[in-house]
């Protein structure tokens, strides 16, 4: 199953792949947000049910590069709403070979 990509518009919404039932063993995605110039990107997470510590989402503030690491959210505690600096906002989902959980979907505008 695909995921991850280009993600364009002023909002919308990303979704793990399988969602809400569940996401494949040995995912690797990466989306990219981008909107208009000079426009910041506000990503709130709706729901976070990964397995803890080791099925991962990255969220990166530009381009998905260590230096622009903002946050690594595992487990199901919500964080609060993540301000892009510029206008775009990169996300990496990995996860590991076994224990699958519903997934992360969030919305960003």
Known sequence: ESCGGVVQGLNGTI???????GYPNYANC?????????NR???TFVTL????????????D???????????LSGFMLPSPIVSSGS?????FTTDFAVSAQ???AVYE
């Open 41 to 43: 990107i506000q990503l």
């Open 62 to 72: 530009g381009q998905p590069s260590p230096g622009n690491l903002k946050m690594r």
């Open 88 to 92: 775009i906002l990169a996300l990496w």
């Open 30 to 38: 990466t989306w990219l947000i981008i909107t208009g110039e000079r």
């Open 15 to 21: 979704e793990s792949p399988g969602f809400p039932h």
């Open 49 to 60: 049910a990964l397995e803890e510590d080791f099925d991962i989402v990255s969220v990166y």
């Open 103 to 105: 997934g992360f979907k």
